[in-house]
């Protein structure tokens, strides 16, 4: 199983960015999905959460959107009137089961880096 995260760059404050991260191989179900961000030199903190059935949780309120398609297996973050704070590498965590297994294994993606210029 892999989790292939997309979509950083660079950015104005102000504008707006949006994260895609795929998930591949045998995989028969995926549980919930989470986006964590890095900034440089601090800890990975969560930014939000989003279940099987689309049921969404954020760290702060307003500007980000988690989504998902899971018919392709693809989580995504909306991030909008982004802040300079917003900066960091942006990584994607997900509870997948794959064929034969009976439990959740917990993935990470290999992140995206978001830069937020002011």
């Known amino acids: 199983v892999q989790l292939q995260a997309s979509g950083g760059g660079l950015v104005q404050a102000g504008g707006s960015l949006t994260l895609s991260c795929a998930a591949s191989g045998t995989i028969f179900s995926i549980n919930n999905m989470r986006w964590y961000r890095q900034a440089p030199g601090k800890q990975r903190d969560l930014v939000a959460t989003i279940t099987n059935g689309g049921a969404t949780t954020y760290a702060a309120t307003g500007r980000f959107t988690i989504s998902r398609d899971n018919a392709k297996n693809t989580m995504y973050l909306q991030m909008n009137s982004v802040k300079p704070e917003d900066t960091g590498v942006y990584y994607c965590?997900?509870?997948?089961?794959?064929?034969?297994?009976?439990?959740?294994?917990?993935?990470w993606g290999q992140g995206t880096l978001v830069t937020v210029s002011s």
């Open positions: 965590n997900a509870d997948i089961k794959t064929f034969g297994h009976l439990l959740y294994t917990n993935y």
